[in-house]
């Protein structure tokens, strides 16, 4: 058994390294990032604002009435307030609000 694994492990050395004898370690791919657009309405205002974040983040927003107004929906038709985005592209929502 420890016979094989050491062929194995000088298969993976050899056909690892180029021509010259160097081992090439790939380097990783980065995390895409994204863009959030955040707006709000007339009546309020929406925390955290726009900004880029790395794929598969995710994001909480939270709608803010001012006095007078009452939070409405977000434009993605949900009224959870706060509201989980999870970010997998350039996104925009905007949340509206009522007198």
């Known amino acids: 058994m420890n016979k094989y694994i050491y062929t194995l492990l000088s298969f993976l050395i050899i056909f690892s390294c180029t021509s010259d004898g160097l081992l090439v370690v790939e380097p990783e ?50 009224t959870a307030n706060p509201l989980t985005i999870l970010i997998e592209s350039n996104t925009s929502i905007s949340a509206s609000f009522t007198a």
Request: proline share 6%.
């Open 29 to 78: 791919a980065p995390t895409p990032r994204f863009t959030l657009s955040v707006t709000a309405g007339a009546g309020g205002t929406v925390t955290p604002t726009s900004g880029t974040y790395d794929s598969g983040s995710t994001v909480i927003l939270t709608a803010n009435a001012n006095s007078g107004f009452t939070f409405n929906s977000w434009s993605n038709g949900s």
